[in-house]
Nanobody, 115 residues
Framework: QVQLVESGGGLVQAGGSLRLSCAAS????????MAWYRQAPGKQRELVAD???????SYADSVKGRFTISRDNAKNTPYLQMNSLKPEDTAVYYC?????????WGQGTQVTVSS
């Protein structure tokens, strides 16, 4: 059974940085897309960034130029480098891995940015 566990969240001051990781246990094959989502209190979950099997990336407008998604194919691990953090980036961040036969989510990691 595949499980995803995020790490790297925490409390940071505005302007600071955090790096999120997503460790995958179990066998994952035929990955199509790795992605990071976030959900702030009272808001819908939104896509932050994704990276395809071909390493193409896309970002939400609100994080372009500040966040960078990357992946370690050997470890099936996506990363999210978050720089110049703002209070509005405060949310629970989730990783997602989509394969040709499955769709997996982590439990989330809290990111809190203080002003």
């Amino acid at each position: 059974q595949v499980q995803l566990v995020e790490s790297g969240g925490g409390l940071v001051q505005a302007g600071g940085s955090l790096r999120l990781s997503c460790a995958a246990s179990g066998s994952i094959r035929n990955i199509r897309v790795m992605a990071w989502y976030r959900q702030a209190p009272g808001k819908q979950r939104e896509l932050v960034a994704d990276i395809t099997n071909g390493a193409g990336t896309s970002y939400a407008d609100s994080v372009k130029g500040r966040f960078t998604i990357s992946r370690d194919n050997a470890k099936n691990t996506p990363y999210l480098q978050m720089n110049s953090l703002k209070p509005e980036d405060t949310a629970v961040y989730y990783c997602r891995i989509r394969t040709w036969y499955g769709d997996y989510w982590g439990q989330g990691t809290q990111v809190t940015v203080s002003s």
